[in-house]
């Protein structure tokens, strides 16, 4: 089929680690397997929740395009529930992380082409956690009245513990984790949006010698009567990626591109190209179905799905991690039937986030590969030592410059 009327969609599934990284043990999660575990603790019961779902992980047609397979292959493990009688009928393979740290950036980064071959910056898990310098000089040019918080600490714990003081006084609440990020909250409506997006601004500027990854802006709504709820209108401020992605390549090249979630702040906005944001996602990828029908030849979906990581791993959450697979799941055949003639769906992750895990932060896991499409050929690309891989691969399929790294495996279709 002629290069010109391909086209390709990526979706990384935030968080959903297939376990068996090479390296896990030298970030402390040696045995740590996400999609693994859910799977083991759905068939235990440690999955059930009255109302939400019970009984075994129901992954049919993630298992029929190959996910077991991936799965066994990654962690040398087999789960009944993901496997499929027959040969599966999608691509499927797994890949390894090359890049420093298990963070979003670097899981994207690498995916699109550019492993991250520097050390992050990262705040000590003290009281306070910040260097002085940087909180006297965040108060002073964004014109605060102090910060709260200034420590590790979950998202949701930190802002039931210190909301009430934030809309008494005015303070933001700051906080990071094991990840390299400054996470700002505030009350958005007391505090407001622009305020907040104007600190975390100034917050980059100043942490940017610090290598630190992120400053997310965490708004949130609600009182201590009623209780705090997070908004949809997070907003992260990342370093920008080093020249080479895929974006890049399918910029000089005049193709089009929409970046879906949160891709567009992932890569600061550089040849993002069109930026949906929509809040959850079950919307993120109606999102993403949704643009196929307006995407050029030759172009490019990108999309996140953040809840997986966000509202389930982060928070432990088993049975809600499930009930998000399987609703993403049931979906599978509304991708399959939006798919035209040389069109391309690549389904990845970008790192784990164990829910039996110890703590509440990422895990170093290796990501499933899988792809289907029309006439799509069943086939395993085995092993892949670099997420580069999956962006080296799209790139050959649009027919436009690889990425700076990555070697691309074979699609037969």
């Not at 799977?39 to 129901?58: I, K, N, V």
């Not at 933001?172 to 907040?196: K, M, N, R, W």
């Not at 090249?253 to 929409?258: F, K, L, M």
Request: aromatic fraction near 6%; charge should be negative.
């Amino acid at each position: 089929m002629a290069v010109a009327h391909k086209r390709a969609l990526l979706i990384v599934l935030d968080s959903v680690g297939i376990g068996g990284a090479p390296d896990a043990a030298a970030y402390g999660d040696k045995g740590a397997n996400t999609l693994g575990h859910i799977a083991q603790g759905c068939a235990s019961g440690a999955g059930d929740r009255p109302g939400l779902r019970s009984g075994p992980l129901q992954l049919p047609n993630l298992a029929r395009l190959g996910l077991g397979h991936a799965m066994r292959a990654a962690s040398g493990e087999t789960y009944p529930d993901l496997m499929r009688d027959g040969a599966p009928a999608g691509l499927w393979g797994h890949a390894v992380e090359t890049s420093r740290g298990k963070d979003s950036p670097s899981g994207h980064w690498e995916i699109a082409g550019c492993p991250v071959d520097f050390d992050w910056g990262y705040f000590p898990d003290t009281q306070p956690t910040f260097p002085k310098w940087l909180t006297d000089a965040l108060i002073s040019e964004a014109r605060l009245p102090g910060i709260l918080g200034n420590r590790h600490s979950p998202g949701t714990a930190i802002v039931e513990q210190w909301g009430p003081e934030h809309l008494r006084t005015g303070k933001p609440i700051c906080y990071t984790s094991v990840d390299s990020v400054l996470q700002i909250a505030a009350h958005e409506e007391q505090f407001g949006l622009e305020q907040l997006y104007e600190t975390c601004r100034i917050a980059r500027r100043l942490c940017d010698p610090l290598k630190i990854g992120r400053i997310i802006a965490r708004p949130f709504k609600g009182d201590a009567r009623s209780g705090f709820s997070r908004t949809a209108n997070r907003k992260d401020f990342a370093i920008p990626p080093p020249e080479g992605t895929i974006f890049d390549r399918l910029h000089d090249a005049g193709r089009a591109v929409i970046s879906v979630g949160k891709i567009g702040d992932i890569f600061a906005h550089r040849h993002t190209g069109e930026e949906v944001k929509p809040s959850g996602d079950d919307a993120c990828l109606s999102a993403a179905i949704a643009a196929l029908d307006r995407l050029p030849p030759g172009g490019l979906i990108f999309t996140n799905l953040v809840d997986f990581d966000s509202d389930y791993g982060h928070r432990r959450d088993l049975p809600g991690y499930a009930a998000a697979l399987e609703a993403l799941d049931r979906r599978v055949p509304e991708i399959e039937a939006a798919l035209a003639p040389g069109d391309l769906c690549i389904l990845t992750a970008d790192h784990g986030n164990d829910p039996t895990w110890r703590g509440t932060d990422h895990t170093r896991e290796q990501v499933p590969i899988i792809g289907l499409g029309p006439g799509l050929a069943g086939a395993t690309v085995g092993r892949r030592e670099s997420f580069a891989d999956i962006g080296a691969s799209l790139a050959d399929w649009l027919g436009v410059a690889p990425p700076r790294h990555g070697r691309p495996f074979t699609i037969i279709a």
